[in-house]
């Protein structure tokens, strides 16, 4: 029989809600949630604050592109808008975005001048990616891991990061387009599938991209937001077509196609195929005197590497895919949006740097898939080796050897290869999630 263990009365039940009501007890409570009230809107107003004192009056050249479009649809000169027959890269302002957007925009630039709308998308641009911190939230939802916590540590990274200070040092659209995903998979963790599907359609319809992220919806069955994504995504493509014209679509994707089939030497590209190239060259004998590391220039791709680069984005796609059976539902979304975002970075037609922001904003999804040590080894890792310390250092090393791009392609080559193994090892922990995702 087993022996019945007495408690002195402090300990009862009721005592110990007593004790709980305690002045001293009711202050370190407070203080508590008021940290946890206080830590978002306070790390938001000092990243705005920091952030819009650097760059207000940025150059602002893609916004510049879009701009430049519209307005030459305003008044009647459409055909100019990509510039094809020469060195794209040597163009002014580049316009690479789908004809849909120059057409829409082109009545705004009859009304306020290009210095009011830069600004105005500027503080649209901050206010997006203190937003999308809240966002990144919501969609990883982090095992092991406070809110307060999450908030101190990812508007560190944005303010430190070199990725960070590309986007905004150029007030680059890229934004709007990684605030659109995250907002999208945010109404699908909230079970707004439909919502969910349409608003990344309209992320795709902005930057080609996104559109590999419908695989997710796929690989979770999810009919809503795949019918959504596609119903969606048909009507801006009829609503473009109606508006530009087929010719002015296939100018556009010839636009692209020339610049797929080039090298982007730059020290802001953090493509692999630009750091396989280099090695190739060096180990040649190849003259690499006309490198320079604060020179943009373009080089024709070798079929090798093309071949080579394809064959690693598909093994890439292949190893996410398979991924998915061995995730537990909480899980699935963060892991495999963190999956492929890294991997449509690295083995797209450029890779960047500002198109690293969206995975630096999922990083605590490695409290998923790693123990928790390993994890914060990670964040913490990348933090300092992307830094825009770090980056003004990696310039100085080198005239020749992009040792921007080194470090991009081991930081985030080596993130997605860090996150398919660990799954692939099913090393994973099941978070906190609601009832309809288990």
């Given at each position: 029989?087993?022996?019945?263990?007495?408690?002195?009365?402090?300990f009862?039940?009721?005592?110990?809600q007593a004790?709980a009501?305690?002045?001293?007890?009711?202050?370190?409570?407070?203080?508590?949630?008021?940290m946890?009230?206080?830590?978002?809107p306070?790390?938001?107003?000092?990243?705005?604050g920091?952030?819009?004192?650097?760059?207000?009056n940025?150059?602002?050249?893609?916004?510049?592109?879009?701009?430049?479009?519209?307005?030459?649809?305003?008044?009647?000169?459409?055909s100019?808008?990509?510039a094809?027959?020469?060195?794209?890269?040597?163009?002014?302002?580049?316009?690479?975005?789908?004809?849909?957007?120059?057409?829409?925009?082109?009545?705004?630039?009859q009304?306020?001048?290009?210095e009011?709308?830069?600004?105005?998308?500027?503080?649209?641009?901050?206010?997006m990616?203190?937003?999308?911190v809240?966002?990144?939230?919501?969609?990883?939802?982090?095992p092991?891991?406070?809110?307060e916590?999450f908030?101190?540590?990812?508007?560190?990274?944005?303010?430190?990061s070199?990725?960070?200070?590309?986007?905004?040092g150029?007030?680059?659209?890229?934004i709007?387009?990684?605030?659109?995903?995250?907002l999208?998979?945010?109404?699908?963790?909230?079970?707004?599938?439909?919502?969910?599907?349409?608003?990344?359609?309209?992320?795709?319809?902005?930057?080609?991209?996104?559109?590999?992220?419908?695989?997710?919806?796929?690989?979770?069955?999810?009919?809503?937001a795949?019918v959504?994504?596609?119903?969606?995504g048909?009507?801006?493509a009829?609503?473009?077509?109606?508006?530009?014209g087929?010719?002015?679509?296939?100018?556009?994707?010839?636009?692209?196609?020339?610049?797929?089939?080039?090298?982007?030497?730059s020290?802001?590209?953090y493509?692999p195929?630009?750091?396989?190239?280099?090695?190739?060259?060096?180990?040649?004998?190849?003259?690499a005197?006309?490198?320079?590391?604060?020179?943009?220039?373009?080089?024709p791709?070798?079929?090798?590497?093309?071949?080579?680069?394809?064959a690693?984005?598909?093994?890439?796609?292949?190893?996410?895919?398979?991924m998915?059976?061995?995730l537990?539902?909480?899980?699935?979304?963060?892991?495999?949006l963190?999956?492929?975002?890294?991997?449509?970075?690295?083995f797209g037609?450029?890779?960047?740097g500002?198109?690293?922001v969206?995975?630096?904003?999922?990083?605590?999804?490695?409290f998923?898939?790693?123990?928790?040590l390993?994890?914060?080894?990670?964040?913490?890792?990348?933090?300092?080796?992307?830094?825009?310390?770090?980056?003004l250092?990696?310039?100085?090393m080198?005239?020749?050897?992009?040792?921007?791009t080194?470090?991009?392609?081991?930081?985030?080559?080596g993130?997605?290869?860090?996150?398919?193994?660990?799954?692939?090892?099913?090393?994973?922990?099941?978070?906190?999630?609601?009832?309809?995702?288990?």
């Amino acid at each position: 029989m087993a022996r019945k263990t007495l408690l002195p009365r402090c300990f009862h039940g009721v005592s110990i809600q007593a004790a709980a009501d305690m002045p001293f007890s009711r202050k370190i409570t407070s203080g508590s949630y008021q940290m946890q009230r206080l830590a978002y809107p306070v790390c938001a107003l000092l990243f705005a604050g920091l952030f819009l004192s650097m760059f207000l009056n940025t150059a602002s050249p893609d916004l510049s592109a879009l701009f430049q479009a519209a307005h030459a649809v305003s008044i009647g000169q459409s055909s100019t808008i990509y510039a094809l027959g020469s060195d794209p890269l040597k163009a002014d302002a580049l316009y690479v975005y789908p004809p849909l957007w120059a057409w829409l925009i082109a009545p705004l630039t009859q009304q306020v001048s290009f210095e009011a709308f830069s600004k105005a998308m500027f503080y649209a641009h901050v206010t997006m990616l203190c937003a999308s911190v809240g966002l990144a939230w919501k969609v990883v939802r982090p095992p092991h891991m406070k809110f307060e916590h999450f908030i101190f540590v990812s508007f560190a990274l944005l303010a430190l990061s070199a990725p960070v200070f590309q986007a905004l040092g150029q007030n680059q659209p890229q934004i709007l387009t990684l605030f659109l995903v995250l907002l999208a998979f945010e109404r699908y963790r909230a079970g707004s599938f439909a919502m969910a599907g349409m608003i990344l359609a309209v992320a795709a319809a902005f930057k080609l991209s996104p559109l590999f992220l419908v695989l997710i919806f796929i690989l979770e069955r999810n009919g809503r937001a795949t019918v959504a994504f596609v119903a969606t995504g048909l009507s801006l493509a009829l609503m473009s077509l109606a508006l530009a014209g087929w010719p002015m679509h296939l100018r556009f994707l010839e636009l692209i196609g020339e610049i797929d089939n080039v090298i982007i030497l730059s020290n802001t590209n953090y493509a692999p195929e630009l750091l396989l190239y280099q090695m190739q060259a060096f180990a040649s004998g190849a003259e690499a005197s006309s490198w320079s590391m604060s020179q943009t220039m373009a080089t024709p791709e070798p079929f090798w590497l093309s071949v080579f680069m394809a064959a690693l984005m598909l093994s890439a796609l292949t190893a996410l895919i398979l991924m998915r059976p061995r995730l537990i539902p909480g899980t699935a979304v963060p892991v495999l949006l963190m999956g492929f975002a890294l991997a449509t970075a690295l083995f797209g037609p450029a890779s960047w740097g500002h198109y690293f922001v969206l995975p630096l904003l999922l990083l605590p999804t490695l409290f998923h898939v790693l123990p928790r040590l390993t994890a914060w080894r990670w964040i913490i890792s990348l933090g300092l080796l992307q830094s825009f310390p770090a980056y003004l250092i990696y310039f100085e090393m080198s005239e020749a050897l992009y040792v921007t791009t080194l470090m991009g392609v081991l930081c985030f080559g080596g993130l997605l290869l860090a996150l398919v193994s660990s799954v692939f090892r099913a090393v994973r922990f099941e978070p906190d999630v609601p009832m309809h995702f288990r």
